[in-house]
């Protein structure tokens, strides 16, 4: 049978004074947010407030099923007590809402609990969200809730002990039900809601064990992918102009083309085509011209406008812009439909026109490349990293803490055949041609297995290693769970956070990583190398790959002796071309 939780929160501004509430339905099992309910109720006190989230949490239950009991976990002590029947309800305002209450469900089928507020974050959000919404004379819009992710980043949720899941704690699916509501409100024509920021929830990990069987969190300091999405669209009407960019383009006036941005081109007028660079402008005639620009080197972007019968074509301008596919707005579109273009294609203000793009630093120091079509066409071979996680230890299977600073153990028979298993499969395709390896027993061996029947030395390097996890080395997650809960839940929400006793912490892991990234690139450009590494090594690789947050490693599976790879081209962008790769160990 399905058993849910309702954690539910009510605030006012003032007591009595401007109000609203929060709720939100649970999973036990699995501690996945079924639904969010908010709203703002005008001029209330907190404690009605915190009976209208109850209310509202009640009634979102049985909607999902009428039959499953209810678990209600409140900060509120008072409404716990009074629900529970071990105080008595004294207030006029309160005795009806009490009385509703307890008619939703059949008797016995609800049960009360307190908790610290710092564990009711999700429904304190949602309350002050409703509570924001009605100072701006609005109600609470569930497409655009951020309350799920941001509580989950603070904390972590923590479910009673028997209904607890057996990885770390968190919220996998933390808004997943107002992503839904979101997408249904776009297909009835409502905007799309707003991507959640880095920083967003921690996710409960899928099928792996802590250390070298954990989904790690990834660390700060990554090199996160910049610049606007490839954005395309034609203008198929009279009069109408295209344009192509990487950044930004929009089309206006009858008959005339517009491209806007950091060395773009322009042609303007109603049959005339003008091309404009960084260096030079150039004019075409009516009969379709073309104008060139000098005096730079590079070349612009070219817009080409229709106007009746006749065409006008802009010249190619000198400039030094981005280059790639970007947004294509329509001559007749609205003002709203070109802002909102401008919007999408360029992320922030754009600079004034220069000779490259202006590159922001990532965690090595090193410049963040723009990313897009738009790379030079001859980048030459890129420095490919083939990432093959160790094979099994006696601890892999029993998902223990297995870091750099334990009691470093060897392969298990079972790693010892995998190990064999994957140096087969890479000899057959033949490609990698060095074979660099963390310090460890477990990788050392593993890459002696394979760089012996490639014929090839074992290069080792300490960067590799992995994450040192304190006291909590040899340990399980839930012995980690019992002994040191609150470092463990501060080690999960915080990638500063080190492990007890003094481990590292996921953001120095990040910051290591990234180094010894950048040094191998340039010891091995245009080569393919076998790093024989651990999870977060190679988690924290593909993330920074991706330019992906922190939490997205906890949706990461890897599994021993599984192939990922990673390519790093000469203008710092990478490519990440397979994950957990397993099909030689079922050969």
Sequence with gaps: ?????????????????????????????????????????????????????????????????????????????????????????????????????????????????????????????????????????????????????????????????????????????????????????????????????????????????????????????????????????????????????????????????????????????????????????????????????????????????????RAGTGGTGSGTGSTGTGLVASATSSDADRRAARTLASPSPSPSPSPSPSPSPSASGQARPSVGWGAAPDLGAPATFVLLRHGETPLTPEKRFSGSGGSDPALSAVGREQAERVAAALARRGTVQHVVASPLARTRETAGAVAARLGLEVTVDDGLRETDFGAWEGLTFGEVRERYPQDLNAWLADPEAEPTGGGESFAATAVRIAATRDKLVAAYAGRTVLLVTHVTPIKTLVRLALGAPPESLFRMELSAASLSVVAYYADGNASVRLLNDTSHLRE
């Excluded at 309910?37 to 509202?56: D, F, P, Q, S, W």
């Excluded at 005639?285 to 060139?292: C, F, K, L, P, Q």
């Design 1 to 309: 049978m399905r058993e849910f939780i309702v954690e539910a929160d009510g605030g006012s501004r003032g007591n009595p004074g401007p109000a609203g509430y929060g709720s939100v339905v649970i999973d036990a099992a699995t501690g996945e947010t079924l639904l969010e309910r908010a709203e703002y109720i005008g001029i209330a006190t907190n404690n009605v407030a915190e009976y209208r989230g109850l209310l509202a949490g009640l009634r979102a239950a049985r909607e999902l099923d009428p039959a499953a009991p209810v678990r209600v976990r409140m900060d509120s002590k008072l409404v716990v007590e009074q629900m529970s029947g071990r105080w008595k309800i004294k207030h006029p305002d309160m005795k009806p809402l009490a009385t509703e209450a307890a008619r939703i469900h059949p008797p016995g089928q609800v049960t009360y609990e307190w908790i610290p507020r710092e564990q009711n974050k999700h429904a304190d959000r949602l309350a002050n969200e409703a509570m924001d919404a009605g100072k701006r004379g609005e109600q609470w819009d569930a497409g655009a809730s951020m309350a799920a992710l941001t509580a989950a980043a603070g904390t972590s949720r923590t479910a009673p002990a028997d209904l607890a899941p057996s990885g770390p704690p968190g919220d996998a699916t933390a808004g997943a039900a107002k992503a839904r509501e979101a997408l249904a409100k776009g297909r009835e024509g409502g905007a799309p809601a707003p991507a959640p920021a880095e920083g967003a929830a921690m996710g409960t990990a899928s099928a792996g064990g802590p250390g070298d069987s954990v989904p790690s969190a990834g660390g700060v300091g990554g090199t996160p992918a910049s610049g606007a999405a490839a954005y395309t669209a034609s203008a198929a009407e009279a009069g109408a102009a295209t344009a192509t960019w990487a950044d930004a383009a929009t089309a206006t006036g009858t008959g005339a083309a517009t491209a806007t941005g950091s060395g773009a081109a322009t042609a303007t007028g109603a049959d005339a085509g003008t091309a404009t660079g960084s260096g030079g402008t150039g004019t075409g005639d009516a009969t379709g011209g073309t104008g060139t620009g000098t005096g730079s080197t590079g070349t612009g972007n070219t817009g080409t406008g229709a106007g009746g019968t």
